[in-house]
C-alpha cells in the first residue's frame, strides 16, 4: 500500500493530475511542515498548478514514509507502482484522466522508470535533474563518493521520522506512524550504505538501476531539466534524452 496525499483546486468538478513520486516526503503534502517548505515538494509550483485548475497527487515510493513494500531506489518496482499510481490517479473522481509527472531528483527519476512503463493515462513528463544512472551517485567515475552516499541517508530518515510523522500525528494517523517505524528499522539493513559494500562493482543487480538503459521505451512527450553539479547529478544523467524520440 502506497502512502498518497492530493491537493485540489477550489469547486468542484474533475482536474488534470499533475503527480510526484518520490522517497521523500510526497505522500504527506498538505500538513503544516509541508506549508512551511519543510517538504522536498517546491510549495510554490504545487500552488501555481492547484491555481491553474490540476490537482496535485504526491505518492511515497515502496517503503519510505509511510508506505509499504520494500526500498528498492530506482530498480524496476519504482516505475511499476508508478504505473500503477498514473493509472489510479487517472480513475478518480476527481480527475479528468489526464496525468502528467513533475518534480526533480528522486521525482526525476521516478518520471522516467514510470513512463518506461508506458501506463494508458500518462500525457507527459517534466523530469528535473534525474539519477538516470545509480550507480554514479556512489561511484562517479568509479571514485567512491560518500560525500553523497552518507548525507542523502540522514535526510532520508529525517524526512520520514521528522516531517512525515508530524503530518501523520496532525491527521491522527496511527497506521502510518507505524509504518514509518517499519521503514526505519527495515532501512537500517538495506540503506544506500549497505548497497555500496555489498555491490561495489558493476554487476548485474546494480545495472538493474539503469534508467538510461530502456528510455527508449518513453512515447510521451518529454520537457527535460538539467544542471551541473559535483554531487548528486553524475555525469550520465543526461545521456537517456539521445535515447528519446526527438520529435517529443
Known amino acids: 500500500r502506497l502512502r498518497y496525499s492530493v491537493l485540489l483546486p477550489r469547486g468542484t468538478g474533475k482536474f488534470p493530475v499533475a503527480l510526484s513520486i518520490n522517497g521523500y516526503d510526497a505522500g504527506s503534502i498538505g500538513g503544516s511542515a509541508y506549508l ?113 552516499v552518507t548525507p542523502f541517508r540522514v535526510a532520508f530518515r529525517a524526512f520520514w521520522s521528522e516531517l512525515v510523522a508530524q503530518t501523520a500525528k496532525e491527521e491522527g494517523d496511527a497506521g502510518c506512524l507505524e509504518q514509518v517505524e517499519r521503514n526505519l528499522a527495515a532501512e537500517e539493513t538495506n540503506s544506500i550504505m549497505q548497497l555500496v559494500v555489498s555491490h561495489p562493482l558493476r554487476d548485474d543487480y546494480m545495472n538493474s538501476f539503469d534508467l538510461a538503459r530502456d528510455a527508449g521505451r518513453i512515447q510521451v512527450p518529454v520537457l527535460a531539466f538539467d544542471a551541473f553539479q559535483d554531487q548528486a547529478i553524475t555525469p550520465r544523467s543526461g545521456h537517456y534524452q539521445s535515447r528519446l524520440d526527438p520529435g517529443k
Not at 504505473?83 to 521516478?110: K, L, P, R, T
Not at 538516470?132 to 560525500?147: F, H, I, K
Open 36 to 148: 512551511k517548505n519543510q517538504t522536498a515538494m517546491s510549495v510554490a509550483l504545487d500552488q501555481r498548478l492547484v491555481e491553474a485548475g490540476y490537482a496535485v497527487m504526491g505518492v511515497n515510493a515502496a517503503g519510505t514514509g509511510c508506505s509499504g513494500g520494500t526500498l528498492e531506489y530506482t530498480r524496476p518496482q519504482l516505475g511499476r507502482h508508478g504505473a500503477e499510481a498514473v493509472e489510479f490517479a487517472a480513475a478518480q473522481a476527481w480527475s479528468d484522466g489526464n496525468v502528467g509527472m513533475v518534480s526533480a531528483s528522486y521525482g526525476g527519476s521516478s518520471q522516467l522508470a514510470t513512463a518506461q512503463q508506458q501506463p494508458p493515462h500518462l500525457r507527459a513528463i517534466a523530469p528535473g535533474m534525474p539519477l538516470a544512472d545509480y550507480r554514479d551517485a556512489l561511484y562517479p567515475g568509479g571514485v567512491p563518493q560518500p560525500g553523497f
